[in-house]
């Protein structure tokens, strides 16, 4: 590929800012109101007049603490659990699919891809009403249960891209060796899939994280209710109050963990999703 010609470059800066500019606009602006007085809400202006940390102290301190401190720990565990699990599972059932010949192997992965593309919206009733049958309703594990059907599939197909990276004869040479084939497994392939497997735990993380249908409609109290579903709940200090800045304070305050991860394993993301991507 040449050198790219001035013209050329002056083009692909300006697509670069707008890019930027119409992705990072949202963000700025939901930072900025997380910083005004309820007063200035209506103003009309992007940055506050006044620099206040009054909603922030609301949530953390005030009246909404109570709602958005148990929801960001509901968010936390089950987030981890579910991924945890997701991980778990998925990466037995990757190996399987990558390593052995059985019949089905193409159904699983084709019935993974469809449960990932299957709409969230049209089971949430039918299974409101099961949870409710079984007590499943408003608890840890009523979450856990449903995420695990947004996390496996895309923990699934990622992984198994990466197990049919590893050459089959690293594991015929653990095995020769006195190896098992779960010692293979374990200490041979595994750890040549470690950056497959961190890729997509923080994948199927940022997909539990961000959930909202399933946990506004499967809880009802702050037992489980996880921080999407509890933004929906918040209110100003009074009825004549609207809560937006609360909202984008915590909006604010629930980004920083899915930021921080990924500026601190950028290269760890790119490189194993670049890894998994190469055909074997």
């Known amino acids: 590929m040449g050198t790219l010609t001035r013209r050329q470059k002056t083009w692909w800066g300006v697509v670069t800012v707008l890019v930027l500019v119409y992705a990072l606009f949202p963000v700025v602006a939901i930072f900025a109101t997380s910083f005004k007085l309820p007063s200035d809400l209506n103003s009309g202006q992007l940055l506050p007049a006044q620099w206040s940390w009054t909603n922030y102290e609301q949530i953390l301190v005030g009246n909404a603490q109570?709602?958005?401190?148990?929801?960001?720990?509901?968010?936390?565990?089950?987030?981890?659990?579910a991924t945890l699990i997701a991980v778990v599972l998925a990466t037995l059932a990757?190996?399987?699919?990558?390593?052995?010949?059985?019949?089905?192997?193409?159904?699983?992965?084709?019935?993974?891809?469809?449960?990932?593309?299957?709409?969230?919206?049209?089971?949430?009733?039918?299974?409101?009403?099961?949870?409710?049958?079984?007590?499943?309703y408003?608890?840890?594990?009523?979450?856990?249960?449903?995420y695990l059907?947004?996390?496996?599939?895309?923990?699934?197909?990622?992984?198994?891209?990466?197990?049919?990276?590893i050459p089959w004869e690293l594991e015929q040479a653990a095995q020769v060796d006195g190896a098992t084939a779960w010692q293979a497994f374990r200490k041979a392939i595994v750890p040549l899939a470690a950056p497959g497997v961190?890729?997509?735990?923080?994948?199927?993380f940022f997909i539990a994280w961000n959930d909202f249908v399933y946990g506004i409609s499967l809880?009802?109290?702050?037992?489980?209710?996880?921080?999407?579903?509890?933004?929906a709940f918040f209110t100003g200090a009074s009825q004549f109050e609207?809560?937006?800045?609360?909202?984008?304070?915590a909006a604010v305050i629930v980004t920083i963990p899915v930021v921080v991860l990924v500026l601190l394993f950028q290269r760890q993301i790119v490189a194993g999703l670049t890894q998994g991507a190469v055909k074997g």
Do not use: C, H, M
Not at 198 to 204: H, S, V, W
Not at 219 to 231: D, M, Y
Not at 242 to 249: D, F, M, Q, W
């Open 94 to 136: 990757a190996y399987a699919i990558a390593r052995l010949d059985f019949p089905g192997k193409r159904l699983i992965l084709t019935t993974a891809l469809g449960v990932s593309i299957f709409p969230v919206i049209s089971i949430v009733t039918p299974l409101f009403n099961v949870w409710r049958a079984v007590g499943l």
């Open 66 to 81: 109570g709602l958005f401190l148990s929801s960001l720990r509901n968010s936390i565990g089950i987030s981890l659990i």
């Open 198 to 204: 961190f890729t997509t735990a923080l994948i199927a």
């Open 242 to 249: 609207e809560p937006t800045g609360s909202i984008s304070a």
């Open 149 to 165: 059907s947004l996390t496996l599939p895309i923990s699934i197909w990622t992984l198994a891209a990466f197990f049919r990276q």
């Open 138 to 146: 408003d608890t840890w594990l009523g979450l856990i249960i449903p």
């Open 219 to 231: 809880t009802s109290t702050e037992t489980a209710r996880p921080v999407p579903a509890a933004l």
